[in-house]
């Protein structure tokens, strides 16, 4: 859902960002490919989203955290909304991907 978020705002929000789109282009892309790559049965794949939907709400929480709402820009509502939905958005991605790899764990030493 991040990555569908993302790939649709980019437009946008490209010229508020703070590094060049084709990095978010990537971004978006690597994400579609540990989604498709998800299974619960395999631990290091579910190990990679945490780390990926971690990563995720730290830098989106920290942008939304950061916007400077004294610019004259229209847009910069829309940046902030945009990245504070992304931001909930990875962390119950988080916490679904932590109890994922945590029932692996479990499994495992039953």
């Known amino acids: ?8 705002m980019l437009p946008f929000s490209a010229s508020m960002l703070p590094f060049p ?13 540990l989604a498709g790559f998800t299974n619960p049965a395999q631990e290091w794949i579910n190990f990679l989203n945490v780390i990926a939907s971690g990563a995720g709400a730290i830098a989106f929480e920290y942008a939304a955290a950061t916007v400077n709402f004294s610019s004259a820009q229209p847009l ?5 909304v945009i990245n504070q939905t992304l931001a909930v958005v990875f962390f119950l991605a ?10 692996i764990w479990l499994d495992k030493t039953k």
Not at 1 to 8: E, F, Q, S
Not at 76 to 80: E, G, H, Q, S
């Open 94 to 103: 988080l916490y679904y991907s932590v109890k994922t790899l945590r029932g």
């Open 76 to 80: 910069v509502f829309i940046f902030f």
């Open 21 to 33: 789109a084709s990095f978010s282009i990537l971004i978006i892309l690597v994400l579609g490919f």
């Open 1 to 8: 859902i991040g990555a569908v978020v993302m790939l649709i």
